[in-house]
């Protein structure tokens, strides 16, 4: 039987893929500023894997950055990999790690479609494999390849005991796996990760998402009794209803010793905007590291708001806001463009 860590559990790093002036972004250099935050709050915790087209101009990025910010970021401490990339998502392109019963460890290689074809992903979808031929993963580590099943790290999350937390609307998804049902689609995911159950969001959007209302901006497991998620208290903004059905749903959950989830609301950030497309901010979509939880911010009054509530989930992490802004420009977030690795996974 398999298992599925917590992304609370030790980590052995976090993989960043870089973003470089072929990805789809908007102001590219205050992308690149972005992940320099970062990738600078990572390392402070734990270290840091960076898979790029090119060493030498990622390098270069970062050398640039750190010096125009004032801060200092130790290129050694980084291992770089270089691939083929068709953009930076490496919550959705990145190996997700498994351990086996004997303490095997297992780096499962789904299928990257672009989330259901909507983008190019021929490249992506080629990066584990391409970083596990390179050395990034420890000689013990099992490459494991799940094709032709297709799923994204952000549309599963799990409490490291047993039950995933995913929604119907990703996961069931014609152009994803259009031949399987429901129940066959559970089916795979319980024997592939050791599931006694999953929970099934049937409700929940944020608003200019495109990956079919992936878990990780909706709703996460801060422990394994304990689910933080969007809240909108507006009756008058297009979240109101989808979120509000969502935390019904929520309410009706159970833990597996069959008690009720304490339930952290986390507040809708105002509404931010690219020409006239509203951007999919969501607080949901922090990052669990060793030690740390890193916060998406927006730069309004919410942050400070969500940061607290967080606090509380984690009191023994310390909490820290990152601007993100910029990243929502392609439609994602902190979470998205990282992929954490438990211990014993990465050299």
Not at 56 to 79: F, H, P, T, V, Y
Not at 136 to 160: C, H, K, Q, T, W
């Amino acid at each position: 039987m398999s298992r599925l860590p917590a992304e609370w559990e030790h980590q052995s790093g976090v993989q960043l893929t870089w973003p470089h002036c072929d990805t789809e972004w908007f102001e590219l250099e205050k992308v690149l500023e972005c992940y320099v935050d970062i990738a600078q709050a990572i390392l402070r915790y734990e270290p840091l894997m960076i898979v790029t087209r090119s060493i030498k101009e990622c390098q270069e990025d970062i050398a640039r950055i750190s010096s125009r910010k004032g801060i200092e970021l130790d290129i050694n401490a980084i291992r770089f990999y270089e691939a083929p990339i068709n953009d930076t998502w490496a919550r959705d392109h990145g190996g997700i790690s498994v351990f086996g019963d004997g303490g095997q460890k297992y780096l499962y290689d789904f299928v990257f479609n672009g989330w259901g074809l909507k983008f190019a992903s021929d490249l992506d979808n080629q990066i584990t494999k391409t970083i596990f031929n390179q050395g990034a993963f420890n000689d013990d580590v099992i490459g494991v390849d799940m094709r032709p099943y297709v799923l994204e790290g952000g549309s599963i999350d799990s409490d490291g005991c047993g039950t995933m937390l995913t929604t119907t609307e990703c996961l069931c998804s014609v152009n994803r796996n259009e031949y399987l049902s429901h129940e066959e689609i559970e089916e795979e995911l319980c024997g592939a990760f050791g599931l006694e159950r999953i929970l099934w969001l049937d409700n929940g959007i944020i608003i200019g998402d495109d990956t079919d209302s992936h878990v990780d901006i909706l709703a996460r497991f801060c422990s394994k009794d304990t689910i933080a998620y969007m809240q909108c208290t507006d009756p008058e903004d297009p979240h109101y209803e989808p979120l509000a059905a969502m935390e019904k749903q929520l309410r009706g959950f159970r833990t597996i010793e069959g008690k009720p989830y304490n339930l952290i609301p986390l507040p809708l950030p105002e509404a931010l905007y690219l020409d006239d497309y509203r951007l999919p901010a969501s607080y949901a979509n922090f990052l669990i590291i060793n030690g740390a939880v890193l916060l998406p911010g927006t730069g309004s009054a919410s942050d400070e708001t969500a940061r607290k509530r967080l606090q509380e989930a984690f009191p023994d992490r310390e909490v820290i806001v990152i601007d993100c802004r910029a990243l929502l420009s392609g439609h994602g977030s902190l979470h998205c463009i990282t992929m954490q690795f438990p211990d014993g996974f990465i050299r």
